[in-house]
C-alpha cells in the first residue's frame, strides 16, 4: 500500500511486548506506537499494560518521535497519535457506583490507581468518568445527534485550524502548538486569565497543564465556530483535567 488514506487505527492487547509497543529488535522497526503515526493507539485496560511500558509512552506523547538506539545504529521513528485509555476504577469495577457496592479494599483501589503515573495523567487532555447506564436510556427510541453531524463539525474545525497555521509553520493542528506558538495563536481575556491562575492555584497544575488547557479551549472554540477563546471554553477545558479518584 504505497500511499494511506486512512488515519491508521491501532489496539494493541495489554499482553504486548516492550519491542512490540515502543520497537526495536537486532534491526529497530517500529512498533505499535510508530505505526499509529498521525492516527490513534487505543489502550484498554490501561492499568494492565504495567508501569514500564506506560512509562514509554510519555516521551513521545512529548516529542512527536521517538529514537531506537542499538549497538549498530539508531533510528529515529515518528509517534505523533492520539492516545485513547479506557480503564476500571478499581479491579472489581464498582467503585464509585451508587447501586453495586465495591469489595476491593482502600489500598486495593489506591494501589490498582497509581499504576497510572502523575506525569502521564498530566499529558492526557481529556478525562471522562462514564456512569452506570440506567436500562430507561438503554430501551429509549430516542436517538442522539448523528455520526455524519459529528463529523462534519470536526472537518470544519479541522479546516479552520489548518487556515490558521497555513503559510509554512508546519503546523496542522491545535494538537501541534508548541508553549512558543501556543501565545501566539490561543490569547485569552482577562476574565480567562484570571480563570486559568484560580485554577492552577486550586487544582496544583503544572506549566504543561496550563498550555494544554489553552489549546484544548482552542480546539473546543474551533468547534463552536468561535474566532476567540470565551470563558466558557476554558472552563470546558478546565473540567476534562484528571482528578484523583480514591
Known amino acids: 500500500t504505497p500511499l494511506i488514506r486512512h488515519r491508521p487505527y491501532h489496539a494493541p492487547h495489554h499482553t504486548i511486548s516492550f519491542a512490540g509497543l515502543v520497537g526495536g529488535g537486532k534491526v529497530p522497526g517500529p512498533g505499535e506506537i510508530s505505526l499509529a503515526h498521525r492516527g490513534v493507539l487505543f ?3 490501561l ?23 542499538r549497538s549498530a545504529g539508531s533510528l529515529t521513528f515518528p509517534s505523533n497519535f492520539m492516545l485513547i485509555g479506557a480503564m476500571n476504577p478499581c479491579p472489581c469495577g464498582w467503585y464509585g457506583d451508587p447501586v453495586k457496592e465495591c469489595t476491593c479494599s482502600h489500598a486495593m483501589v489506591s494501589r490498582y490507581q497509581k499504576r497510572i503515573s502523575g506525569p502521564l495523567l498530566d499529558r492526557i487532555d481529556i478525562h471522562i468518568d462514564v456512569p452506570r447506564v440506567e436500562y430507561e436510556k438503554l430501551s429509549d427510541d430516542r436517538l442522539g445527534e448523528p455520526s455524519a453531524d459529528i463529523q462534519a463539525r470536526v472537518e470544519a474545525a479541522r479546516t479552520r485550524q489548518r487556515q490558521r497555521f497555513e503559510g509554512g509553520s508546519g503546523l496542522l493542528s491545535n494538537a501541534d502548538l ?5 501565545r501566539d495563536h490561543c490569547p485569552v481575556d482577562d476574565a480567562g486569565r484570571s480563570l486559568l491562575r484560580a485554577a492552577m ?3 496544583h497544575m503544572s506549566a504543561r497543564a496550563s498550555h494544554r488547557i489553552l489549546k484544548l479551549a482552542r480546539t473546543i472554540a474551533d468547534l463552536a465556530g468561535s474566532e476567540t477563546i470565551e470563558t466558557a471554553h476554558l472552563a470546558e477545558a478546565i473540567q476534562y483535567r484528571p482528578r484523583r479518584q480514591a
Do not use: H, N, S, Y
Not at 499494560?49 to 509512552?57: D, Q
Not at 508548541?178 to 501556543?182: I, L, S
Open 178 to 182: 508548541g508553549p512558543a506558538e501556543v
Open 43 to 45: 489502550l484498554d485496560e
Open 47 to 69: 492499568p494492565e499494560f504495567g508501569t514500564r511500558l506506560l512509562e514509554m509512552l510519555r516521551q513521545p506523547m512529548e516529542d512527536k518521535q521517538l529514537t531506537i538506539a
Open 201 to 203: 492555584q486550586q487544582l
